[in-house]
């Protein structure tokens, strides 16, 4: 199916109000460098420390470097005259650094807690990998369900503008919400009974610092389908970029 502008018009709505315009954006960013480097410091400090999971200096490396690359691309997009001229590019790296605020280092801390070496480990290298791949299947599972999801809203009109009542458009999301629900219920039940029966933690709050951050992760897969298809509208039209619609009404500001 060949959706039109008009199929996409709800989701103008941050970008009427100014939510999302660039100014606020690279606001985002500027703080977004901040918490970024606070959390990896977490992820290398505190959650690394004494861990026998496998690979995990290469984890570090790896996202100590994906972090840097986005902060400096922060530090270049919150400029004026940079992000002025590159709105789209600069959607596109507010996705990725909300998604290393917001989910990556979550789900490494989670992962590194889960394999803190102490007694009455069960835990092995090979079973912390078994375990990292089923919990990104799942990750990958409610991705694709609020995917299909969206689609099915977006083929069904559910966001045109005046398409339908608030009533029955709340009712359909509600429904519609339950797929990824349950796959995110049954991932954070596998979680809890491997924490359970193969680690050696047995700190209540432990155990809920882990599963929240694992719930992160899911949390964020469940938003970024809509932040993709508000990237897509950005590239394809130009009412979707704030710059372009030349914005002279200041009671969008307001």
């Known amino acids: 199916m060949k959706f039109k502008e008009a199929d996409f018009e709800v989701l103008r709505g941050p970008i009427d109000s100014g939510r999302q315009s660039p100014a606020n954006l690279a606001f985002v960013l500027i703080l977004g460098i901040f918490l970024q480097a606070l959390l990896y410091a977490l992820e290398y400090y505190m959650a690394a420390d004494s861990t026998i999971y496998p690979y995990k200096d290469e984890i570090l490396t790896a996202h100590f470097w994906l972090t840097i690359v986005l902060i400096v691309l922060s530090l270049i997009y919150a400029i004026p005259a940079v992000y002025k001229r590159s709105e789209k590019v600069q959607y596109f ?47 990958f599972l409610v991705f694709l369900a609020t995917f299909i999801r969206f689609y099915i809203l977006l083929k069904n009109g559910h966001y045109r503008k005046g398409s339908r009542k608030g009533e029955m458009r709340g009712r359909f999301e509600t429904t519609s919400y339950i797929p990824s629900s349950i796959i995110a219920g049954l991932g954070i039940v596998f979680i809890i009974q491997y924490i359970v029966r193969k680690s050696a933690i047995d700190d209540l709050n432990m155990i809920i610092l882990i599963v929240g951050g694992i719930l992160a992760f899911f949390v964020m897969l469940f938003i970024l389908p809509e932040q993709l298809v508000i990237l897509y509208c950005k590239f394809r039209y130009r009412s979707f970029n704030f710059s372009e619609r030349g914005f002279v009404n200041k009671r969008q500001f307001n």
């Not at 990556?104 to 590194?112: G, K, R, S, V």
């Open 93 to 139: 790296i507010s996705i990725l650094v909300t998604q290393n605020m917001s989910s990556i280092p979550f789900l490494i801390m989670a992962l590194f807690l889960i394999g803190k070496d102490g007694e009455g480990m069960i835990a092995t290298s090979d079973s912390l990998l078994n375990f990292t791949y089923i919990v990104l299947l799942i990750g």
